[in-house]
């Protein structure tokens, strides 16, 4: 009688020890997943502008383009990245460019003078560290040469190291392409 006492306590200790591995197995694992979660949440701003699929998402206004074209621009010279991830981000925004406007250079001389401005710009600490659209009720569509276009202004709020905040207003031009999407023709800054 005591052996068979011995061997029910034994299967009784056993069954709780393998209770106790699953469940500390299933409490591991659903840790892991929470942790593993978070990390994906946590996207640079780089990798929140590459995310977008501009063949299924393409921004649906003037004013969205532009504050893709700004998110973009912020990435270039506020924000650490791969040579490979600057080429992505090239192609970004030049999937908001105009046609006319791509083909003013080729490629190579596009990348060669986006890597001088951004060298250029990192070197002396300029940080872009807010913009501001044009309310959409100042954006001005008008029609040219038979195409649908829209002006609109975007003011940058410029830092150059530590010192003070400048304000730089730059005037934007789009014109639809044939796909009905609003391409950035082309902008220059605005003088006071």
């Known amino acids: 009688m005591n052996m068979k006492r011995s061997r029910v306590i034994g299967l009784v200790v056993l069954g709780v020890v393998l209770v ?3 469940v500390g197995y299933a409490f591991h694992i659903n840790r892991k997943a929470a942790r593993d979660a978070e990390r994906v949440v946590e996207s640079t701003a780089v990798q929140k502008v590459l995310m977008r699929d501009l063949e ?4 649906p206004t003037p ?3 532009v504050k893709y074209f700004a998110d973009i621009t912020k990435c270039f010279y506020n924000e650490e990245y791969t040579d490979e991830e600057l080429e992505q981000l090239a192609v970004k925004i030049q999937g908001i460019y105009d046609t006319e406007l791509i083909e003013n250079k ?3 001389d596009y990348m060669t ?3 001088n401005e951004i060298a250029d710009r990192k070197k002396n600490d300029f940080t872009i560290s807010s913009y501001v659209l044009s309310a ?3 954006v001005e569509e008008f029609v040219e040469n038979g195409d649908s276009c829209a002006r609109l ?3 940058f709020n410029v830092k150059q190291g530590t010192s003070g905040t400048v304000r730089s207003m730059e005037q934007f031009i789009l014109r639809k392409d ?3 999407h609003w391409k950035i023709l082309g902008w220059d800054l605005v003088e006071d």
């Not at 299924?56 to 921004?59: H, S, V």
């Open 153 to 155: 202004y975007c003011t």
């Open 178 to 180: 044939d796909d009905g």
């Open 113 to 115: 003078d986006l890597r």
């Open 136 to 138: 959409s009720v100042d």
């Open 20 to 22: 106790a591995i699953v």
């Open 56 to 59: 299924r998402n393409y921004p």
């Open 63 to 65: 004013k969205e383009v």
């Open 106 to 108: 080729s490629q190579e």
